[in-house]
């Protein structure tokens, strides 16, 4: 996992008043739960006290309670009450619980993955879908390493060969460029596949010119993702690690074309059916895919066209590279 980076780990529907909610998401056991103003914390879901699961304690007075001995703990972690020294009581420093600074924001909850800091950057997300979308949310795990499912997204011709059934139809084996533009955190990816008549090779990024349109697909690192397919069409999808070996995707189908309530909902969850299809394609493939977990230097044998995987991998290790200096 890159280290120092906000990632989008939990659906706010998911983090309900009056109950903790536990889960691993970056190989660590975590709760989160909400206060009496609905603020979202999420903290290590373990007891300091004896290692109880916080997770399945409950919420009181504003804290998060173990259920062993009754410990109270504060959204900062702090212990606030030991009932077995009594309410008059101080409560020792040392009972303090891991948290992880956090966030809410896009319906999502996002923690920072990293040592806390005085400032932040920015939340990673889309601009330009807060005008009249609807969207559809459903969830998937896949048992594989991050760094496959996400590089899975970003590859651009293999649409006719494991797609062939859906969205891969019509044999566009040929792909020019694709035209891949890094912009600080924002990976910017325009896709030109053809039907190949045999009259040409693959054009490459550098005969192709500027587009005019928006790109196809937009990766913002540290693990977000928007298949622009129209104007009005779009898939976003936060790739959260739950461990090394799984990977939980949140997937929102956004649309605008049919807004009338009712036929809105049919349409958003024929859309969220027929992509569970095309999941299920592409899982069939990354699953078998060795070794496990991609790097920026390993023994595959990438293609002009696999500039977009090349890119990620690369950037990737800037970034742990950057956070390993720091830390
Ligand atoms: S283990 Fe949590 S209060 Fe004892
Ligand atoms: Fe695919």
Known sequence: MIPDQWYAVLDSSEVKAGRPVGVTRLGEKMVFWRDDQGQVSCMADLCPHRGCALRIGKIVHNHIQCPFHGFE????????????????????KALQVKTYPTREAHHFIWIWWGEPRETYPPLPFFDDLEDGFSYMVDKAVWPVHYSRAIENQLDVFHL?????????????????????????????????????????????????????????????????????????MRIVVSFVPVDENHTLFYLRYYQRMVRVPLLRELFNLLTLLSSRVILKQDERVVVTQRPPKSEAKMNEKPIVQDRPIVTYRKHRQELMDQAGKKA
């Open 160 to 232: 006719a060969f494991v797609h062939d059934t859906t969205i891969g139809r019509g044999n566009r084996t040929l792909s020019n460029g694709p035209l891949v533009k890094l912009d600080g955190e924002h990976m910017d990816i325009w896709v030109y596949n053809e039907v190949d008549d045999g009259s040409h090779v693959a054009l490459r990024p550098g005969d192709l010119p500027e587009p005019a349109r928006p790109p196809f697909l937009r990766f913002i690192f540290p693990n977000i993702w928007m298949n622009r397919i129209s104007e009005n």
């Open 73 to 92: 703990f504060d959204s900062s972690g702090r212990c606030q009450l030991v009932p077995a020294n009594g309410k008059a009581a101080q409560t020792p």
